[in-house]
């Protein structure tokens, strides 16, 4: 992701949630937050769980840090 879209995502109408793990738990929650229509940045140190979560519709942080630049809420 460029630096401009960094600061469109945050930018965004509604709160950009960054979500740090997608395992057993954190993969489930990112589903709901995304079905509920929350815009969710994710990033999980596993490619796998990490590209599961993406194809649901989030987006992929390329760190920890970069998820809670990226974000208004963690």
């Keep these: 992701m460029k630096a401009t879209e960094n600061n469109e995502v ?24 995304l079905r509920a229509g929350s815009l ?6 596993n490619a796998e769980r ?5 194809e649901a519709g989030a987006k992929a942080g390329a760190s920890e840090a ?5 974000s208004n809420i963690i």
């Design 10 to 33: 945050k930018n965004a109408e509604r709160p950009v949630i960054g979500f740090i793990g997608t395992g057993a738990m954190g993969g489930p929650m990112v589903g709901h937050l």
């Design 40 to 45: 969710v940045i994710a990033f999980d140190r």
């Design 50 to 54: 990490l590209n599961a979560v993406t």
């Design 66 to 70: 970069d998820v809670v630049k990226q």
